[in-house]
């Protein structure tokens, strides 16, 4: 496994940062996405919740930079680098191919006798649910339009040419990752999980979703919120309702 390139400020972003922090929630993307798409968690979570985004290779501030087409790969190099903090009792956000990624960081951390809090897995089919896709292999033509879909990036995002070539090697890259990832067999995390998802998500069935509770020895629960692939866009509220509420409930909690 390759080492993270970089140092933990160019990986992790805190747009609201917090001395008085008593939790960390560590917030992980969608394909094609960066570590801004979870402002609005940070300025709601904050001061209480130190919320961590991070910010993968190949996007934004780090275009130059070649993006990870492996997840087990850019898993091995999250963990690492988020070893580098203090040990606040930490959960994870993931959104579609974040939570695949929070799932096998959290596997690490459990590896090394670190438990998560908790795992909040959303608009994600669980690890144990495989399917041939194919979207990575497009012309750009297609993979926009896949994208489009989805709603998963602006209009004016979209139909800017100039933003879309910087944007297109990250959407590629992070969709070969995402299609081709596979979950170990029976793999399990002893660290709860929450799986959230949207009613009308072509992505993800409510039984995809449902299938994340057998990838936990702890508790489980599921939460539907009306909405496509991008529910959390336009139910965030709601979204930060139930990361609010777990992590209140959890907040003084640290190593088991």
Partial sequence: MSQPSGAPEL?????????????????????????????PVAAALS?????VAVQYPGRQDRRNEKPVTDLHVLSAQVHEILRSQDDLPVSFF????????????????????????RLFASGRRAPS?????????????????EIRRLNGTSSLVLNDDELMRAALPALRADYQAAETYQGEPGAT?????????????PKTSLDDARAWEKHTTAEFDLEVFPGGHFFLSDRTAAVIGVLDQHLR?????GKP
């Fill in 189 to 201: 995390v002893d660290t709860p999980i929450t799986a959230m998802t949207g009613d009308a998500d």
């Fill in 94 to 117: 993931g959104h579609s191919m974040g939570a695949s990624l929070a799932f096998e960081v959290i596997r690490r951390f459990e590896a090394e006798g670190r438990r998560p809090v």
């Fill in 129 to 145: 649910i495989y399917r041939e896709e194919r979207v990575h292999r497009l012309d750009d033509a297609g993979l926009l339009a």
């Fill in 11 to 39: 990986w992790l972003r805190r747009y609201r940062p917090s001395a008085t922090a008593t939790a960390r929630l560590v917030c992980l993307a969608h394909a094609g996405g960066s570590a801004s798409f979870f402002l």
């Fill in 47 to 51: 001061p209480h919740v130190d919320v």
């Fill in 249 to 253: 409930t959890h907040r003084t909690m």
